[in-house]
């Protein structure tokens, strides 16, 4: 069964400190790439995706993700961070030749301290 | 703001009840999908309807069932409720059948006591 994984559960870092969230997925076929954030009492919204082409993605904000297939990984990184950065981030996974289903992790909560 | 709105916003009631959870997607999308968001088991895909039909079926439950009408707002069904459905679900949106981005709203909250 496909699986998505978000080793870090909480990160806390200092403002302009440099970020790394971790995202493995199990399933060795074509895969669409998302992550999600959460801002505190908001909805989730996209941040960035990857479907083909250039690995490295940028979204929103500063943000960044790079496809790594040998790695099944999807690590998302920003060079700065900001107190607004404050948030839960999630990565998901669709297997595109599966099926239309998919997979969240279970989400990083980012704390950014001023 | 993303567009798609779900209704109530907060829901309170007890075990065995049965409840209707409301989303309208955004103006033109025609898929709507339903998740679940709890502590323990995180995000989790309910189901999804494309244009009235039932196009993916994720990690939901017998008693859970949902359906889309002719003017693409959606229902979720939740029938003997259980403390352990307590959770945020949330309706999410996209343009077409496919899976490409999402536009969440912004939850439903569920407390069954």
Redesign the interface.
């Known amino acids: 069964a496909q699986s998505v994984s978000q080793h870090n559960h909480h990160v806390i870092l200092s403002e302009a400190a440099s970020l790394e969230l971790g995202c493995n997925y199990s399933y060795g076929g074509t895969v669409?790439l998302?992550w999600?954030v959460q801002y505190p009492g908001?909805?989730?919204?996209?941040l960035l995706?990857y479907f083909s082409g250039d690995p490295l993605v940028k979204g929103i904000k500063g943000f960044e993700a790079e496809f790594i297939k040998s790695k099944f990984s999807f690590n998302l990184r920003k060079p700065s961070v900001q107190w607004s950065d404050t948030a839960e981030y999630?990565c998901a996974v669709?297997a595109m030749d599966r099926?239309?289903?998919?997979?969240?992790?279970?989400?990083t909560r980012l704390h950014i301290l001023p | 703001d993303s567009g798609v709105t779900q209704t109530p916003k907060h829901l309170i009631t007890a075990t065995g009840q049965r409840v209707t959870l409301r989303c309208s997607p955004r103006s033109g999308d025609l898929s709507v999908y339903w998740y679940q968001q709890s502590l323990d088991q995180g995000l989790q895909f309910l189901i999804q309807y494309y244009n009235g039909e039932e196009r993916a079926k994720g990690n939901i439950l017998e008693r859970f069932s949902a359906q889309q009408f002719p003017d693409l707002h959606s229902e979720l069904n939740l029938s003997s409720l259980e403390l352990g459905d307590s959770a945020l679900y949330f309706c999410a949106s996209s343009p077409t059948g496919r899976l490409d981005t999402q536009y969440f709203g912004p939850g439903t909250r569920l407390t069954v006591l």
């Open positions: 669409n998302f999600y908001q909805h989730l919204q996209l995706k999630f669709n099926d239309d289903k998919i997979i969240f992790g279970k989400g």
